[in-house]
């Protein structure tokens, strides 16, 4: 099967069977998760760069894991140690980063757009793995990827996001994934961190806004709680002891969800600020789930941007199954750069 994609900076302008064709590629690569040898060579010869401007630790670890599990070489450029702190501009260093000929780029930024604006200027595809507060989009797809594995599907189902939306890139790419697929939405957190126009970010979703934890949680399938910025509570308007009390995640305002509600945290937690430790760990808990799953939707992504299919049109993934017969002269590339 072919697909259109050659970049991935949004899940918005996607539809909701290009999204579903996303999940379905990362399932086999959910499978290599399992096994003990869990190294393919679909990507070997190719080449992703990790551009990550704005501090990460997961999203970065998933991304780099998932191109060398698929058998590529990766280049990485610590933000902190590199010339921007010299003042280079963001285009210069990542043209520098193009001259070295990596097949893929996998960036972050702390501007909203930023890779939408970079991927304008290069030619290799670029992934966006989170710009400011517009994006986050393999988290959306490793996010419904947990959800579809834990309820069946994903469709129709009573989402509740708490904590701060209006900053969250998380919340915008959960509400553009789900929302396709009929999800309704509804968002809680402090006045300032839910204003009225969240409402219209999916304008074919159903998205309300509710300031009462315990109403807000009624009925919900999914509880997706956000990371308290803590640099964003200040005191007097809102300390992290009024959050906690007003707004946290325990296990009694939990049971105001229905019981077989899933919890998903995209990490890093605030334990104890903006999710109880027995919700953290409980039974209902998917934090876990979404880490390991984030690297095989991020494999489905490399492979699909930075290679193709192969010709004889079977999965990448069925390169493992017989590891201890294989050499490495058996593997062919098959690369097909899909533009
Ligand atoms: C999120 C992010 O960076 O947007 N984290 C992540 O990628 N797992 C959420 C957050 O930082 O709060």
Redesign the pocket.
């Known amino acids: 099967m072919t697909h259109r994609f050659r970049d991935l900076l949004a899940l918005e302008p996607l539809t909701a069977d290009e999204l579903t064709f996303l999940l379905d590629q990362s399932k086999p690569f959910q499978e290599i998760q399992k096994h003990p040898l869990k190294k393919l060579a679909t990507l070997r010869g190719k080449t992703v760069a990790l551009a990550f401007f704005e501090s990460?630790t997961?999203?970065r670890i998933s991304f780099g894991t998932a191109a060398s599990r698929l058998g590529a070489d990766t280049m990485n450029l610590q933000a902190e140690a590199s010339s921007l702190k010299k003042g280079e501009s963001l285009l210069d260093t990542v043209h520098t980063l193009d001259a070295m000929k990596p097949d893929c780029l996998v960036m972050r930024h702390a501007a909203s757009g930023a890779a939408d604006f970079v991927a304008r200027h290069l030619d290799i595809p670029v992934i966006n793995a989170?710009d400011g507060t517009h994006e986050?989009p393999s988290?959306g797809l490793l996010d419904a990827l947990t959800i579809r594995d834990r309820k069946g599907r994903i469709d129709n189902l009573n989402v509740t996001i708490l904590g701060d939306i209006q900053h969250s890139?998380?919340a915008r790419s959960n509400i553009h994934m789900l929302g396709k697929f009929g999800c309704r939405f509804t968002l809680c957190g402090p006045a300032m961190w839910v204003p009225r126009e969240l409402e219209q970010i999916a304008p074919r979703a159903s998205i309300r806004r509710v300031f009462q934890v315990e109403e807000a949680l009624e009925d919900a399938d999914v509880v997706v709680v956000?990371?308290v910025q803590t640099e964003r509570l200040h005191e007097p308007a809102l300390s992290a002891s009024d959050y906690i009390l007003l707004y946290q995640l325990n296990r009694e305002r939990l049971l105001r969800a229905k019981p077989d509600a899933v919890v998903l945290h995209?990490?890093?937690m605030n334990r104890g600020v903006e999710i109880s430790p027995e919700v953290a760990d409980g039974p209902q808990s998917c934090v876990l789930d979404q880490v390991t799953n984030g690297i095989a939707v991020r494999m489905a992504l490399l492979f699909l941007l930075s290679a193709g299919h192969n010709e004889e049109g079977s999965h990448p993934v069925n390169d493992v199954q017989q590891p201890r017969n294989r050499r490495a002269t058996d593997v062919k590339d098959p690369s097909h750069a899909s533009r």
């Open positions: 990460s997961r999203t989170g986050h988290q890139r998380v956000l990371r995209p990490g890093p």
